[in-house]
């Protein structure tokens, strides 16, 4: 590739974008929190100078599962193992995206109706880089993080639920 290519876009000679290629906690961010989350704040933490465009996911407690009421989340976590996992996956992002800074923030705890539950970002200097880089760290997330959630519903019935199998092929690494 061009070294004055990034992202399939062309750029003045001599140009260089920022990319990190590796896990760096300056520029990748990772909580695990009883607390509120905070789209605002994950979006500050990737905010960069060089980005183009920051990328969101943002889950939230639905009201029904299934056709019944849900009245809450209840997420449980290994954290030491989560965030293990997590520096896995974020090094596994940087390999396939070019970024310039990503969170990956989840609740645990009790989560009602409405609020949310876990939030993804990602910062690069084009849209394709971040948009599929939260898609592949979302999906990661909920394929490979030791994080656990309950549903109660309604009826005062209670289940624990397990992610569905995830395919992490279609997460294509890009040309750098």
């Not at 390999?95 to 939030?119: C, D, F, N, P, W």
Request: with cysteine.
């Amino acid at each position: 590739m061009d070294k004055n290519a990034c992202c399939n876009h062309q750029h003045p000679p001599g140009y260089v974008p920022e990319h990190y290629d590796n896990v760096d906690e300056s520029h990748d961010h990772f909580l695990i929190s009883s607390e509120p989350l905070s789209l605002d704040r994950a979006c500050a933490l990737v905010r960069n100078d060089a980005a183009g465009a920051i990328s969101t996911f943002e889950g939230t407690t639905r009201s029904t599962f299934d056709g019944k009421g849900v009245v809450r989340l209840e997420y449980q976590a290994y954290e030491d193992m989560a965030k293990k996992e997590w520096l896995k996956i974020t090094q596994e992002a940087r390999s396939k995206y070019h970024l310039l800074g990503t969170v990956m923030h989840h609740r645990v705890g009790e989560v009602a109706v409405g609020q949310t539950s876990v939030i993804v970002a990602a910062s690069s200097a084009h849209r394709a880089d971040a948009i599929n880089a939260v898609h592949f760290l979302i999906d990661s997330l909920k394929d490979r993080l030791p994080i656990w959630k309950k549903e109660l519903l309604e009826d005062g019935t209670d289940t624990w639920k397990q992610n569905e199998p995830v395919n992490l092929d279609i997460h294509q690494a890009t040309a750098h």
